[in-house]
């Protein structure tokens, strides 16, 4: 097992992608500390840092819409995350499946799931 020491952190912090492990499905990008991979690890749950909030969240915690981990995987620089998760419900804020529901020219492609003013 790859010790968390040993991860490239950038002022605390390591990127992380969640993917679906089903369909391969890019959910998000965020930010996780030594301390949120750990719990990741030992619960099975996703737990990222907020930036915003400057604390530990662990996804799903207000939405319920948590993540469940499948397989972790490292970068060959060990500065990034790859998180194979099942995905319940949307994994975005806004109330689409995905973060990455938009293409390049401002077009919404993806499938909104959920309406957040009824979960936050």
Same mark, same amino acid.
């Given at each position: 097992?790859?010790?968390?020491?040993?991860?490239?952190?950038?002022?605390?912090l $390591?990127?992380a $992608?969640?993917? @679906?492990?089903?369909?391969? /499905?890019?959910?998000m *990008?965020?930010?996780? +500390?030594?301390?949120?991979? /750990?719990?990741t690890?030992e619960?099975g749950?996703?737990?990222y !840092? +907020?930036?915003?909030?400057? =604390?530990? !969240?662990? =996804?799903?915690? +207000?939405s319920g819409?948590?993540?469940?981990?499948?397989?972790i995987? $490292?970068?060959? @620089?060990?500065?990034?995350v790859?998180?194979?998760?099942e995905q319940e419900g949307?994994? *975005?804020?806004? #109330?689409y499946? +995905?973060?990455f529901?938009r293409? $390049?020219e #401002?077009d919404?492609?993806g =499938?909104k799931i959920?309406d957040? /003013?009824?979960?936050y």
């Open positions: 097992m790859i010790n968390t020491d040993d991860l490239k952190y950038d002022n605390g $390591i990127q $992608i969640a993917q @679906d492990n089903d369909t391969r /499905e890019v959910l *990008c965020a930010f996780m +500390s030594k301390e949120a991979l /750990e719990k690890i619960t749950i996703v737990h !840092w +907020s930036r915003s909030r400057g =604390k530990l !969240w662990k =996804k799903g915690e +207000s819409h948590m993540q469940k981990v499948k397989a995987f $490292i970068d060959c @620089d060990m500065d990034a790859l998180l194979m998760v949307g994994a *975005c804020h806004t #109330g499946r +995905s973060c529901y293409n $390049i #401002g919404v492609v =499938k959920f957040p /003013e009824d979960v």
